[in-house]
């Protein structure tokens, strides 16, 4: 498994909080905590977005991002997302992470100190070289789009592979 180097640092009211951390040996991404105030949940009502804060900052390496995404248990049973997701966070950003969750179910949604609120993933970063052209290369899907892919193409095409 690969690994990479990611410096962390606890800001002031995330000193007593848990470091982001995998939840199992296979996990993709580490879970982020609320560093909300003990005193002051979050209520996020429905429809409503909120920006919560970690506790962390990070220090990534040239040419990764962290990507912030929402925590499937969390939409699945109370519909809380990550509204720009994936949140990208660029390697020279030193500043606190902040999620914002967007509460998308039908009841409010209250976000407490020290609870996992989103996933945050490493990822490597590819700068493209831009090369304008006057044509591109035609393929089999071209310039059809938006569920161009379907279903019915996959069904079409798996029977002719039989």
């Known amino acids: 498994m690969k690994s990479v ?11 007593d909080l848990p470091l982001p951390a995998y939840q199992s040996a296979d996990a993709a991404g580490l879970d982020l905590i609320a560093a909300v105030a003990a005193d002051a949940p979050v209520r996020i009502a429905p429809g409503a977005r909120a920006q919560i804060p ?3 900052a990070i220090a990534l390496p040239k040419m990764t991002e962290g990507q912030v995404r929402p925590r499937s248990g969390l939409a ?7 509204l720009n997701t994936p949140g990208t966070i660029d390697a020279d950003y030193r500043g606190e992470i902040h999620v914002i969750l967007v509460n998308l179910g039908d009841e409010s949604f209250l976000v407490e100190r020290g609870q996992r609120i989103a996933q945050l993933v ?3 970063v590819f700068h493209a070289v831009l090369l304008e052209k006057k044509n591109l290369d035609k393929t089999k899907r071209w310039t059809k ?5 379907d279903h019915g193409t996959i069904n079409k095409m798996a029977k002719k592979r039989r």
């Not at 180097?5 to 000193?15: A, D, S």
Request: proline share 7%; charged share 15%.
């Open 5 to 15: 180097k990611v410096k962390v640092m606890r800001l002031p009211h995330g000193t």
């Open 122 to 124: 490493i990822a490597p």
């Open 76 to 82: 699945a049973r109370h519909g809380i997302s990550v």
């Open 54 to 56: 970690t506790g962390i």
């Open 145 to 149: 789009g938006f569920g161009s892919t």
